[in-house]
Every structure is written in C-alpha cells, then in structure tokens.
C-alpha cells in the first residue's frame, strides 16, 4: 500500500467516542484533491447529514463526487452531505467543485483516488483535452474516472507508453468516462482524452 504521507483530520473528534467523519486534502499539486470518509461503527445503517464548512469545503459550491467502495458518482453535493452508511462499513468519497470542463475525479488504484498516482493533470480548451500522467502498477488495471458532460471522441497513451506495452480502453455513462489502461511493467502513463 502506497504511503500518501498526509495527515486526514477527523472533523467530528469531539462529539463522538470514535471519529466517524475525516477529511484528506492535497493541496501539493493542482488541482487540490479532497477525500472524505464517512464511517458507521453501528451494528445498524447510520443515516449521516454533515453541513460541508465542517470539513472546511465551501458551503456555496456545487460538488461531484465518486464513492470508492460502490464504484459509482453520486448526486451532487452542496451545504451538506447527506448519505446512508451501512452497519459497520464506510464510504469514501473523492470530491471536487463541478467545472465547466472535463475533469478527473477518481482512480481504481488506491482508496484515496488519485492522490497516491495522479502526477499531473491539465486541462487545454482550445484542443478539449484532458490529459495527465500518472504511476501505475504492472498487470494492474488502473481505471480513470472523469466527470465530463462532453462526448469523448478519442483516448490515447504517449507512443512511449505505446511501445511499452500499455492498453488502454475506455466506457461511457451519462456524466462519467472510464479509461482504463493496463500496463506490463510499473511506470509512469502519459494519457490524453479529447472530447467533442
């Protein structure tokens, strides 16, 4: 398990025996990437409503968000973060303020989505493209989710990452693309999504 060598805070740490709200902010690199964990200790669903300044993220921003666990985006969030959590289970949720264009929101590889392998991401307007680098494991399928109202028109990998062997494929759901690359060997991955 790769060490991300951040410092979660628990935002509840006082009102509860065991913390069941924590929040893992990178702001090392751009764009800012935030994780929020949710965690019932019941032997029953909890049904959690969380005012979002709790975790110091704007009250007044729209949010997506990607729950690690069920594999799935979720509505979207603002003020507050409502959610059922399951008898002694936790939701993860990668979240980022909704844009105007496609962006990464979460990867397969790791329960913070994206801050342990993401190295880069950039965003060009005049060519609508996402690209990105980031490190993968070898024969792991590495999976990235971004949130994008545009059609994807095209995927690709750098021709050295090509010529090293990495696959890529991808999947398409109303408001979330899926490329998914597959490596030989651990190294970084230069891709690039253009959208029409």
């Known amino acids: ?44 669903e909890q049904k959690f409503d969380y005012p979002l300044d709790r975790l110091g993220l704007d009250p007044q921003t729209d949010y997506v968000a990607f729950d690690y666990w069920h594999n799935t985006l979720i509505p979207s969030i603002k003020g507050r973060l409502p959610l059922a959590v399951p008898s002694e289970s936790c939701r993860i949720l990668a979240v980022r303020p909704r844009s105007t264009h496609p962006q990464l929101l979460s990867t397969s590889r790791h329960i913070t989505q994206g801050i342990v392998d993401v190295l880069e991401e950039s965003w060009d307007e005049n060519t609508r493209t996402l690209s990105g680098r980031s490190q993968v494991v070898a024969g792991d399928t590495y999976e990235l989710r971004i949130v994008a109202a545009a059609q994807a028109n095209s995927f690709n990998v750098s021709s050295a990452d090509e010529s090293a062997g990495v696959l890529s494929s991808s999947t398409e759901s109303p408001g979330l693309v899926r490329m998914s690359l597959r490596s030989p060997t651990s190294r970084e991955v230069s891709w690039r999504v253009h959208f029409n």
Request: charged letters at 25%; zero cysteines; glycine letters at 4%.
């Open 1 to 44: 398990m790769p060490s991300h060598g951040l410092l979660p805070r628990p935002a509840d740490l006082f009102e509860r025996e065991l913390p069941s709200l924590w929040l893992l902010s990178d702001t090392r690199h751009k764009p800012r990437r935030d994780v929020i964990g949710i965690f019932n200790w019941e032997s029953s």
